[in-house]
């Protein structure tokens, strides 16, 4: 199953990046075992200029990590913000400061941290994986990703086999995973053949990566 996004008019015409009404136009669609997707087509308006300040002001890293009996490179630049450090724009500090506030009774610690990918083009990937680390593991929380760039597919699937769900997300539209979405649910960016480069903002609460 699909579900399509497009950018807004107001995306495209927006000289500077500014975050959207998300009580307006945010919608959610339940999963099961109590997990659920919120998406906010969108939301950030002047994303193509965020998208280029990121990726020319933000210290990208590549990372390896072993893969069973051997270490590989991780197929995307990656870039972490604690809760105390500057973020690298601050429309990403009014971003977590709006969800945080938005969420508020479902998310009462709020969000912290910004995990920051530079997928360089068509072959960066994330593979299946849920966020468990810390509460996550245990516990429901949260995850919001927010995308700049090139459109590329989000892929979730029920962590015990079941129909995955592709959503694709435009420049500016934010996908929030909550309720056991992490524990109960996998998600994914797969390989896209020929697109462009994309920008993908993580916030999360504190201890959940």
């Not at 995307?76 to 601050?90: E, G, K, M, N, T």
């Not at 920051?116 to 429901?140: P, Q």
Request: proline share 7%.
């Amino acid at each position: 199953m699909s579900v399509g996004t497009q950018g807004s008019l107001f995306s495209e015409q927006s000289a500077e990046p500014i975050l959207g009404d998300l009580s307006a136009s945010l919608s959610r669609r339940p999963l099961n075992e109590g997990a659920w997707v919120d998406l906010c087509p969108g939301w950030i308006g002047g994303a193509d200029v965020l998208f280029d300040r990121l990726r020319e002001s933000v210290p990208w890293r590549a990372e390896r990590r072993r893969m069973y009996e051997r270490v590989v490179e991780v197929p995307r630049l990656v870039s972490i913000y604690q809760a105390d450090q500057r973020f690298p724009d601050p429309i990403i500090a009014e971003a977590r400061t709006a969800l945080t506030e938005h969420y508020r009774d479902e998310l009462p610690e709020g969000f912290a941290t910004a995990g920051i990918s530079l997928y360089r083009d068509g072959e960066d990937s994330v593979a299946w994986h849920g966020d468990r680390i810390g509460r996550a593991s245990t516990h429901d929380t949260m995850v919001a990703i927010i995308s700049l760039g090139a459109p590329r597919p989000l892929m979730l699937r029920p962590r015990g086999g079941g129909r995955s769900l592709k959503f694709t997300l435009s420049s500016g539209d934010l996908l929030a995973m909550g309720g056991s979405c992490q524990r109960t649910w996998e998600h994914a960016v797969p390989k896209v053949r020929g697109v462009g480069a994309r920008i993908s903002i993580q916030l999360r609460p504190p201890g959940v990566w």
